[in-house]
């Protein structure tokens, strides 16, 4: 077996500051994920990577960088954080079956 | 641009009632169809997942309808607990692809 670490679990940041996300995986999978979750508006896809090294756009990018600088693991930065945000970022990483193992999540909230 | 749907919202039920979740998808290319099931300060887990040349898959109390057809499916969750109150995420992806798209997920409350 193997595990997802998101860290921090709880971000608090300030309007128009640059914040960064991390997230470290044990199962030594090659595609990670970075995806973003608003209440009622389920899981929408901002960056992925196939392997190190390697990072796609997904439907929400704008607004995020992101960095595989090792196989096990990808962080995510929030370019410019805008105010009132709130929102559960969560890591998952893959190998050849599809299926998706998720970390807890961490929780941003912008004052 | 939403290309999984899921319906309804929220849900309630009783215990032992079975639960109904639907999900439609447009893009016909999907063929591969996962549930995730999230508890609260949880990230999502499987479920349940069924293939397109599949048209029912069940695991234990929890059963996948498919339509290729009509582009949906349903999840059935048979004898409902309370311990099955959970968010329940439909996704759509296609084999040999990376992006896995998901629905805006149901709310499942099952009350005792």
């Known amino acids: 077996g193997g595990i997802i670490t998101q860290t921090p679990k709880f971000l608090i940041g300030q309007e128009g500051q640059k914040l960064t996300l991390k997230c470290q995986q044990n199962f030594n999978h090659d595609t990670m994920y970075w995806y973003r979750q608003d209440s009622g508006k389920g899981l929408r896809l901002i960056y992925y990577?196939?392997?190190?090294?390697?990072?796609q756009k997904g439907d929400l990018s704008e607004g995020y960088d992101a960095s595989r600088e090792k196989k096990s693991s990808f962080s995510l930065t929030v370019t410019s954080a805008q105010k009132n945000e709130m929102a559960v970022f969560l890591c998952a990483s893959r190998q050849d079956a599809e299926t998706l193992y998720f970390g807890s999540g961490t929780r941003l909230t912008v004052l | 641009q939403q290309q999984v749907r899921q319906s309804p919202q929220s849900l309630t039920v009783w215990e032992g009632e079975t639960a109904i979740l639907n999900c439609s998808y447009e893009?016909?290319?999907?063929?591969?169809f996962p549930w995730y099931q999230q508890f609260p300060g949880e990230g999502p887990a499987l479920l349940i997942a069924i293939r397109s040349v599949s048209d029912k898959k069940e695991d234990g109390g929890f059963t996948i309808f498919f339509n290729k057809r009509e582009k949906n499916l349903s999840l059935h969750i048979k004898d409902s607990q309370p311990g099955d109150s959970a968010t329940y995420f439909c996704?759509?992806?296609?084999?040999?692809?990376?992006?896995?798209?998901f629905g805006s997920g149901t709310r499942l409350l099952v009350s005792p």
């Open positions: 990577s196939i392997t190190e090294n390697d990072l």
């Open positions: 996704a759509a992806s296609k084999t040999g692809g990376y992006k896995v798209v």
């Open positions: 893009n016909s290319a999907f063929d591969y």
